[in-house]
């Protein structure tokens, strides 16, 4: 998809948690972590629907924990900032509706074994990780100053250095690359929900003085060069839930990584580690990202595939997309022996029965080097050197 030699623009966005969709992907993952603090064993798989005033959950969970529902769903309404039924959404007044069931029996017996060590895929189904030495953290440029700028949105409203501002809004940045390396942003689009009566002009100095300009690199942004676009139809009043219905799930490249590289279409909120859609993919990118740090590629992109019920993968590759000291075949050899991917091991390596999914489910599950999201570590560089050279 992506040239090698010449000149393109590569686009990606970004969302900010008032967004309805990452309302819903909040609200899941919460639910998730509810159940975590309480049972470590629980499955969930927990789906959220936002409308006009109301908030439905569904799904299936088994577990020996409880989790209060309705005021998980409005204590996380309430921390995004829809506090008032002005923006027809109000976390004190929306319904709550749960519709949850139990896990079915014939996928359990396919998950749950005498060995741990064999347990099997939740699902059928591959994912990807990816990983390049375009930023710090091993993203695709465009994905991490989207995500970057939708963050720097959100703070300015919390924070009150735009008081005007409502939680939902969008980032987007197109960049110009050469060569397969990216040179300098061409166009940002920003829009961000606002109280009424404000004017466009001012909404527009105070998005490009106060997110736009002190957000972005000055090596690949130019505010006079670039292209800006803010609140482009004139006005963004209505939003959150009243403007469009939000989904669990519903935006997963920008959980990704920003459309650069594949998707395998699973979505990672409400999942708990079990659901290889989430740990599966977790695992490509702390691989990928490990090949990229340890200098035998500059891009490395990762699919992992299973079965239903089956531990061991289908399928592995490991490819360096042309910029490897190895050839792939060999990285694919390396990546085997040096990564047991296998669902038990990759929940024991990573370390992810705990209550941490929340905090993955806004700005990216990928690139953020917190302390909790161990697969973003950088500890195999050794181990994939030496196995290359074996």
């Known amino acids: 998809m992506f040239p090698v030699k010449g000149k393109y623009h590569f686009t990606s966005e970004s969302v900010t948690e008032g967004h309805p969709d990452k309302i819903a992907d909040q609200i899941s993952d919460a639910v998730l972590d509810a159940l975590f603090e309480e049972d470590l064993e629980s499955h969930v798989a927990c789906e959220t629907l936002l409308t006009t005033g109301l908030a439905v959950i569904a799904g299936e969970i088994t577990t020996a924990g409880y989790a209060d529902l309705p005021t998980i769903v409005r204590e996380t309404i309430k921390k995004i900032g829809y506090d008032s039924s002005d923006m027809g959404f109000d976390w004190q007044t929306c319904a709550v509706i749960a519709a949850i069931g139990k896990q079915s029996q014939d996928i359990n017996q396919g998950v749950s074994r005498k060995k741990p060590e064999d347990q099997g895929a939740g699902d059928q189904g591959m994912m990807f990780g990816f990983a390049c030495t375009e930023t710090p953290t091993l993203m695709p440029a465009p994905i991490y100053w989207a995500h970057q700028?939708?963050?720097?949105?959100?703070?300015?409203?919390?924070?009150?250095?735009?008081?005007?501002?409502?939680?939902?809004?969008?980032?987007?940045?197109?960049?110009v690359y050469e060569n397969g390396k990216p040179c300098h942003i061409d166009n940002v689009v920003v829009s961000s929900q606002h109280a009424p009566d404000i004017p466009q002009e001012q909404i527009i100095e105070d998005i490009t003085q106060k997110v736009i300009i002190p957000t972005l690199p000055q090596n690949l942004f130019n505010p006079q060069d670039a292209k800006i676009f803010i609140n482009a139809t004139g006005r963004f009043v209505v939003g959150g839930p009243m403007g469009d219905a939000g989904l669990t799930g519903r935006k997963i490249i920008q959980d990704t990584y920003g459309g650069m590289g594949h998707h395998g279409g699973g979505a990672f909120s409400g999942k708990?580690?079990?659901?290889?859609?989430?740990?599966?993919?977790?695992?490509?990118r702390y691989i990928a990202k490990n090949v990229v740090a340890s200098g035998l590629a500059s891009q490395c992109e990762v699919q992992i595939a299973y079965c239903i019920g089956v531990a061991e993968p289908v399928s592995v590759l490991c490819s360096s997309l042309g910029t490897g000291k190895v050839n792939d075949e060999t990285l694919t050899k390396a990546v085997k022996d040096v990564f047991d991917m296998r669902p038990y091991f990759i929940v024991r390596d990573l370390d992810l029965k705990r209550p941490i999914y929340q905090k993955t489910s806004c700005y990216?599950?990928?690139?953020?080097?917190?302390p909790e999201f161990t697969w973003e570590k950088t500890d195999k560089i050794n181990d994939l050197l030496a196995a290359t050279k074996a």
């Open 364 to 370: 990216g599950h990928f690139g953020r080097e917190l």
């Open 272 to 284: 708990d580690p079990s659901k290889v859609d989430r740990s599966g993919a977790y695992m490509a």
């Open 149 to 175: 700028l939708s963050l720097a949105l959100t703070r300015a409203r919390q924070d009150k250095v735009i008081p005007y501002l409502r939680p939902d809004g969008k980032t987007q940045l197109s960049f």
